[in-house]
């Protein structure tokens, strides 16, 4: 409607200043990438994060502290940067080749490559890593950095955005523990105590961990006596143990927006964007095509590795591959009975689509067993499926798109899209979870705030004016549709299965003869 | 194939059209002269503050009426003419219909005050009313002041939305608190305070004498009429009420009251013609319902009833208990069953009141002083269930169960600090001193 950005919506002094004083902790990460050769690294490193992460404090008390509580949405479709202007556009190209140095040319920000000190933007972080675990930074080292440090600074933006709605705010203080401690010093502190273990951020689980399972991931563990079996039967647990439990009671959202670092990272620093998901029909039907068939290749990719090295030392394990083949169809095949058997009518025609993913996956596995070598699956070399993994799903899809496209696709693209982890999680969380999104009676408005703020796409309002409740699997359960809604219509729980789903034509307010008459039928 | 005609494309003329789609396989029309598809009119508010963009409050994508074949007409009906069926359009063509609903809505009211069509004046109700004040007010530089007169739901969302681009408002209110035609003492005051915090200059007891013009014939100021100050503005949002949107029906031989004539069928008093919304008037009003209610929900449930006997199952409109919501500024407003305000409240009627010492919580309830029945609620930045409340009031439950049931109608978020305990500790407390 109006073109011209509204200005009495322009940021008051003190963010201004705030924004300088971020922007020159930027500057400094832009000097060193360019090879400046600081005399005291440490000093620098400090005053580069100091000032990024005092400018946000800044920046977000006088955004929020000097305003009443409330919702804080103003001006979100204005703003060039939340609405996909162009500074929006700015970002996401800055961000996209930002990840693709990252993952494709780490030399270019500067690590030593055969032995070699580092050089340029990593260099920088030296001092920090030889404070944290006495090795010479990496250029994952300055990633984990960089992005603990949004998710803490920006995960203290948000909670003072949401300074009335303590269930905003304690996921967001245990997302930001998690990444503080989970993913980021407790693995340095790990490398420390035994420098033979693996890298493993014990939160992160299969299959968004998608290198648990690696040759070199499992022989680390192995070689490391209990300490190493321990963390590996975690690993195990968390995937058939814990992960079905705490998504029965809570749903997904316990680890998609309580947990989970790319969760974190998108609530947190992602929040700004979360506008920006595409609710058309369209968008749905796509995220359930690429979103599954991600999945169905990071299993056969998973089985596929662990088979091959299985073959190579043969009978000295009880693990054999005949063993491992049989009992991951064996596992496959039970989850589809049961599925199948008890949740049925509740699938429909989708069902069908059940059916047809679980007998690609028996099939690409059967077809591996009984073609395969030692050396060869899939008539491909061994390890070409987990590379091309690697670099498709776990570096373009995750890091390039998921992340860099923020200020395009919205914050949530890749845990939309594209995570095998939420697919596993949404399939329970639509058929084995106490978790819905009750809708309160027949208060809705249709204004559509919820489905404008849901940052995985779903057409929140949709449900919402017919009154019935939002049973999603795709759900992270982040809470925002139920604060922006003004007329309290959405709350976020965990009741009985019983009546979860409980689409009706005619909303609760109306006459009751005619309610019953129309919704029994 | 019988072709149902749907003047007007709000909530209530599209929940009938996809009823009477899902019932049956009628040609259905909508024709709206506002806009090319549907959108929830109570959004509009959330455009000008930026939370979203118009194609976000369409409820239903663009492919969704083909699809489900409802005809959309962009056009105004100048006239209907009953006994050929004929719809007269302004733009000169004509449509015929075997069955008419009319479901135009409503349009701001106005009072005569001198200067009320000058430019700048505006209501806030229509798409055009949000884009005339785009025009007049984008910015605290264009628009240095703006004047809202009429203290009701539509004026605090326009002070709101004002306020949300640092435009200072004067809100002009009729009554001596904020919607206490509707709000009991307590909660009026409550939200005065809450306006005041927003930094809105609210004026109560105050009325507008006229708006005055500058050589352009655009607004310059307003006169209060009690003090006769001047107060020089750009922009004056005229927001006393709505009334029915039906001028075009003079002269149809359609019956008129202030707004359609409608039974508790919805019928007019001319066969196959009906009406619902806003701007449809009962004959006699339903319990203790306003003959008109222009509210959307009931707009919805009309559509929902007449939808059943346009397909041949002829049902009364026989809404439920009453529930209505709203927000002001950052308070959430729910209210479930009947809670009066002074005025007009009936004698037997008495109230229990809480107030979170935050000032920004509190509940109402009402019961009847001789039997102690629950009559029903206000409740104020906490939320609660309305089909707890709605059996609650099926089942005629007293007061006291109401009281210390309360934790099973809460509808917070999870982690919110709950205050059933207190309400329940300042109710023994009240009892004991009476």
Known sequence: MSLAKPDALDITTKQKVALAIGVIGLFIFTLALFNTNFPNKGLFLTLSLGSIIGGIIIYSREAYLTKLEGIKNDGVWFKSISSRGILGWILGVILTSFYIVLYFFPKYLGLGTDGEANTGLISLFDPLSHLLSGRDASQWFVYGTLYTVAIL????????????????????????????????????????????????????????????????????????????????????????????????????????????????????????????SSKKMSAWKLERWLIHTVLVFSIVMTVAMIYTYLGYDKNDFWLTRDVFIVSVIGFLTLVFATVMIFKRHELGKDAKYGAIGYFIVIILLLVMHFTGTTDHLFYIKAGALRSAYGIYIGSIFSGVIG??????????????????????????????????????????????????????????RAYAQKGENIVRSSCVGCGVCSAVCPRGVLKLENDSMEGRINPTEILLGNDVDLMDFVNQK | MEHIVIIGNGISGVTLARHVRKLSDKRITIIS???????????????????????????????????????????????????????????????????????????????????????????????????????????KDVCKRAVIV??????????????????????????????????????????????????????????????????????????????????????????????????????????IG???????????????????????????????????????????????????????????????????????????????????????????????????EDDTKCITIAYDKNTNEFLGINNFGIRMRHEVFDRWLTEKRDLDYVINHLPEANFDPEFYSKFEKDILKAYNNQLQTV
């Open chain 1, 153 to 276: 600074a920006f995960g203290y933006k948000f909670i003072l955005k949401y300074r009335h709605n303590r269930y905003q705010q304690l996921r967001t203080v245990s997302v930001m523990f998690f990444q503080l401690g989970f993913a980021f010093l407790i693995p340095e502190f790990m490398y420390v105590m035994n420098n033979d273990l693996p890298y493993y951020d014990l939160k992160s689980i299969w299959p968004l961990n998608y290198y648990i399972f690696d040759e070199w991931s499992v022989n680390g563990f192995l070689s490391n006596g209990n300490i190493g079996i321990a963390l590996l039967l975690f690993g195990i647990i968390s995937i058939f143990v814990i992960t079905p439990i705490l998504t029965y009671k809570y749903g997904k959202r316990w680890y998609c927006s309580w947990v989970c670092g790319c969760g974190g990272l998108a609530e947190t620093a992602g929040d700004s964007f979360r506008q920006l």
């Open chain 1, 403 to 460: 992340t860099g496209f923020y200020p395009i696709l919205g914050n949530r693209s890749w845990c939309r899209f594209g995570c095998p982890m939420a697919a596993i999680l949404g399939f329970q969380q639509r058929l084995f979870s106490k978790f819905r999104i009750t809708t309160n009676g027949g208060q809705c408005i249709s204004c559509g705030n919820c489905s404008n703020s849901c940052e995985m796409g779903i057409d929140v």
């Open chain 2, 33 to 139: 002269g506002e806009t090319d598809f549907f959108f929830s009119r109570t959004a509009l508010m959330y455009i000008y503050m930026g939370h979203m963009k118009f194609e976000h409050t369409q409820p239903y994508e663009n492919w969704f009426w083909e699809k489900n074949r409802i005809e959309l007409k962009k056009g105004f009906v100048s006239k209907v003419e009953t006994e050929t069926k004929t719809l007269h359009f302004k733009e000169g063509d004509t449509l015929q219909y075997d069955k008419l609903i009319i479901a135009t809505g409503s349009k701001p009211n106005k009072f005569g005050w001198p200067g009320q069509d000058l430019e700048g004046t505006l209501g806030m109700y229509h798409k055009q009313d949000l884009e005339k004040l785009e025009k007049y007010a984008p910015n």
């Open chain 2, 150 to 255: 009429g203290g009701g739901l539509i004026g605090i969302e326009l002070a709101e939305m004002l306020n949300s681009r640092s435009i200072p408002v004067t809100f002009l209110v009729r009554e001596d608190s904020f919607w206490n035609g509707v709000l009991p003492q307590g909660e009026s005051e409550m939200i005065n305070r809450h306006i005041k915090n927003h930094h809105i200059d609210l004026r109560l007891s105050t009325n507008l004498r006229a708006i005055n013009s500058d050589e352009n014939g655009k607004v310059k100021s307003v006169i209060i009429e009690e003090t006769g100050e001047e107060l020089e503005c750009n922009v004056v949002g005229l927001t006393a009420g709505v009334a029915p949107n039906i001028d075009f029906l003079k002269d149809s031989g359609i019956e």
């Open chain 2, 258 to 356: 202030r707004g359609v004539k409608v039974n508790r069928f919805l019928e007019t008093n001319i066969p196959d013609i009906y009406s619902i919304g806003d701007c449809a008037e009962q004959h006699e009003a339903i319990g203790n319902r306003r003959p008109i209610e222009a509210v959307w929900y009931t707009g919805r449930m009309m559509g929902e009833t007449l939808a059943q006997t346009i397909c041949g199952n002829r049902i009364a409109y026989k809404p439920g208990h009453w529930f209505n919501s709203a927000k002001f500024l950052d308070i959430e407003y729910q209210t479930y069953g009947w809670v009066f305000a002074e005025r007009g409240r009936p004698e037997h009627e008495v109230h229990f009141h809480w107030k979170h």
